[in-house]
């Protein structure tokens, strides 16, 4: 089963910027999309932004032109890059492929202060 490890999350004031790490134990070019989800308190786990083998990247609306996704493929990581952070994003952030997803790892937790 795939291991991920998710970190780089913290508190951050409103306009801060944090940058996730999501260190993934397998070749991750055997992964052709992979993604960053988040859950805040009593909602769904919604994704964030997704990334191909081709660098090809897609955000949900709410981030775009904020959040940068990028892979190091030697390095089996991707990032997400968050800048002008709001308190709406406020969670915890998760890296995966799309379903069928591997199992959760234990996300990182960023909070955004007002």
């Known amino acids: 089963q795939v291991q991920l490890v998710e970190s780089g999350g913290g508190l951050v004031q409103t306009g801060g910027s944090l940058r996730l790490s999501c260190e993934v134990f397998?070749?991750?070019?055997?992964?052709?999309?992979i993604g960053w989800y988040r859950q805040a308190p009593g909602k769904q786990r919604v994704v964030v932004a997704t990334i191909t083998r081709g660098l090809s990247t897609n955000y949900a609306d709410s981030v775009k032109g904020r959040f940068t996704i990028s892979r190091d493929n030697a390095k089996n990581t991707v990032y997400l890059q968050m800048n002008s952070l709001k308190p709406e994003d406020t969670a915890v952030y998760y890296c995966?492929?799309?379903?069928?997803?591997?199992?959760w790892g234990q996300g990182t937790q960023v909070t955004v202060s007002s």
């Open positions: 397998i070749n991750i070019n055997s992964i052709f999309t």
């Open positions: 995966n492929k799309p379903f069928p997803f591997y199992d």
